[in-house]
């Protein structure tokens, strides 16, 4: 078993309205196979589907004006992030927010680098499941080849030091690999049984970038055949937990 | 560039006093080269320091019955876990606890499965960066190849289902990729500026095995010579935020 990842070059610059897969689909050529995994940064995801916001046309609220001086941040930004929560949970050193995809992240997943224009935001796709199950139908139609799909974005950690790449949507692949309830060799149940393979993917891609603005934003990890399935499958949303069910806060 | 992670095959049971590094590398054979990242589940560097506990010789302290009772779970293990915390931070539904490395994460890293004998359990190693520097430097005397190495765990995340593998102790490589400060083609800082490297590449091990119970201990990532250093480095400690300057909880 041999895990490849490698970067598809020169994607261009996405601008709103653009096909996404066709860009993919010309970098790819012959690359992209059945049982491939494409992990995608949301961020040209984001773009096709227009999702950015103009700061100029933004009006900060009271609140936006509060949390921007205090984390010294720009008060237009912050209304944005506010409007993409559905709940703040943190604000003393971050913005810590809960999205309606359920994803908790830094600023509720708005960000203001590589949006392609000046003073304009990124936001998360709307529903990045269905980005994910979009993409892969249209690569099928365009190669005759149907990956898995994972759209991912950059997550801090609790506790820890940097970020890494997680799976926001995906399509085409088991997101979890359940081993709950089996045994180790000696009777014992396996502790770590239930493993997110969609973000250990998502951080295998994140590795094959040359780096933060290289333009690689879609990544081929090859080597997880096992997880790839014939049907959609449950998405990215099967990694979210519950706030209510959370273990560590 | 292209990122390849394979498991290095036929790594026999290790026992405490085990040589690690001498098993390692008969596996490896010509396999490992400087510049590789070669990730090791800590469960056989726990075995092969001897850090292992038997639970018929634990006696449950009041603590650990009224934690066990609530939680359902076997008080000797619960004291096991309370002896390796310095701090327990929740126990509503699982043991999240900080160890004195510094890392939070169930159980304090206490592990009932695969420890190769009943009614014991494996701890975390007492410093594994300073496994990893041993087993790194050893590894040079027996193979003439100085590849980094990667002490790896599969932690729980918030607001996540499921496990993703990260690097709790590491030497001859980067853990952190700093991009902070630097700026986008447009000129705006970028956003994901810290990359969590050791995770990322202890992430993509993981996908390299064939699954929890199949022996397969040892990963060796290829492509991350970016980040491989001469020197040791300084260690995966350098990925754990202390727990009062956390931005998530």
Redesign the interface.
Known sequence: ???????LPGIPEVRPGDDLAAHLARAAGDELRDGDVLCVAHKVVSKAEGRLRELAAVAPGERARELAAALERDPRHVQVVLDEAVEV??TE??L?CRTRHG??C?NAGV????????DTVVLLPSDPDGSARALRSRLRTLLGAAPAVAITD?F???????????AIGCAGMR??DD?RG?????G??????????A???A??A????????SREPAVV?R??ERHVTADDGPGAL????P?D?????
């Open positions: 078993l041999t895990v490849t990842a490698f970067a949970l943190r050193r971050a810590i994803l908790v830094a960000d203001a680098s590589n949006a392609g224009a000046p950059s801090g950690r609790a506790w820890r030091h940097g970020q890494s790449e997680v997101p979890l081993w089996r045994r180790d060799t000696g014992r149940e396996l502790k770590a049984t239930w493993i997110a393979v973000d250990e993917a951080a295998a994140d590795l094959a970038r040359g780096g933060k603005d990890v080597g997880l099967a990694l979210v937990r706030v069910e959370d273990l560590f806060t």
